[in-house]
C-alpha cells in the first residue's frame, strides 16, 4: 500500500538551480495538490489538478511549474530556485474531482533547502 | 476572505488529562470540516471530518469534534490523551474550492 509517494525525500540546492519534484499515487485519485510546509504557516497550497489534463493555482504559486503527466502523477518544479522556497513540500491527494470536497491523502514530503 | 484560526501554538497536557483544540473558521457558507494529525517527519493523516447531519463526529484514535454553526467553530477533543497523542493538529475547512489549513496547534503529553 504505497499511497502517495514523493521524491526525493531531501535535496539541497544552489540558488537559481532548477529542480523538480515528483509525486505518484496508486489509489485512482482524480484531484492531487502539492503544499508547501513553513513554521508558524501551516500548509499552504502551491498549485492543485482537480483532474487529468487541469491545473490551477493555488495561494503561493509564484516561483513554481507544475505538470500532470497523467492520473497517477503530478511534478511540482522550480525553475531557479531562491531561499525563499526553503521548505518542506507536500504531495496530496483525493478520490472526489471537486477540490475540498474530500479526504486528502498525504506523502511523507520533500525537505527542500536552497544555499 | 476564508480563513482559519487556530488560537493555540502549543499546548502541554499530563497524559490522562482531557484535551480541547480550538478551531474558528470563516466562510461565506458552512464548509466541509476536517481534522489532520501530523507526527514528526511524517505527512498528514485524517482524524476526522464533518459534512453534514450530527454535528458531533468521532474519528480515528478516540478523537472527536463538535461542529457550532452560530460559532463557526470546530473544536477538536479527547477525553483521556495518551502520550502517542504528542504531535501537530490541524484544523482545515475547505468549499466547493480548497482546503485552507490552520496554522496547527503543537501537543507535548506529559508523562
Known amino acids: 500500500n504505497a499511497g502517495v509517494t514523493q521524491t526525493p525525500k531531501f535535496q539541497v540546492l544552489k540558488t537559481g538551480q532548477s529542480m523538480t519534484l515528483q509525486c505518484a499515487q496508486d489509489?485512482?485519485?482524480?484531484?492531487m495538490y502539492w503544499y508547501r510546509q513553513d513554521p508558524g504557516m501551516g500548509l499552504r497550497l502551491i498549485y492543485y489538478s482537480a483532474s487529468e489534463g487541469t491545473t490551477d493555482k493555488g495561494e503561493v504559486p509564484n516561483g513554481y511549474n507544475v505538470s500532470r503527466l497523467n492520473k497517477r502523477e503530478f511534478s511540482l518544479r522550480l525553475e531557479s530556485a531562491a531561499p525563499s522556497q526553503t521548505s518542506v513540500y507536500f504531495c496530496?491527494?483525493?478520490?472526489?474531482?471537486?477540490?475540498?470536497?474530500?479526504?486528502?491523502?498525504f506523502g511523507e514530503g520533500s525537505r527542500l533547502t536552497v544555499l | 476572505a476564508q480563513s482559519v484560526t487556530q488560537p493555540d501554538i502549543h499546548i502541554t497536557v499530563s497524559e490522562g488529562a482531557s484535551l480541547e483544540l480550538r478551531c474558528n473558521y470563516s466562510y461565506g457558507a458552512t464548509p466541509y470540516l476536517f481534522w489532520y494529525v501530523q507526527s514528526p517527519g511524517q505527512g498528514l493523516q485524517l482524524l476526522l471530518k464533518?459534512?453534514?447531519?450530527?454535528?458531533l463526529v468521532q474519528g480515528i484514535k478516540g478523537f472527536e469534534a463538535e461542529f457550532k454553526r452560530s460559532q463557526s467553530s470546530f473544536n477538536l477533543r479527547k477525553p483521556s490523551v495518551h502520550w502517542s497523542d504528542a504531535a501537530e493538529y490541524f484544523c482545515?475547512?475547505?468549499?466547493?474550492?480548497?482546503?485552507?489549513f490552520g496554522t496547527g496547534t503543537r501537543l507535548k503529553v506529559l508523562a
Open positions: 464533518y459534512f453534514s447531519g450530527d454535528t
Open positions: 489509489m485512482n485519485h482524480n484531484s
Open positions: 496530496a491527494s483525493s478520490e472526489l474531482a471537486a477540490p475540498g470536497t474530500g479526504e486528502l491523502f
Open positions: 482545515a475547512p475547505s468549499g466547493t474550492y480548497k482546503y485552507i
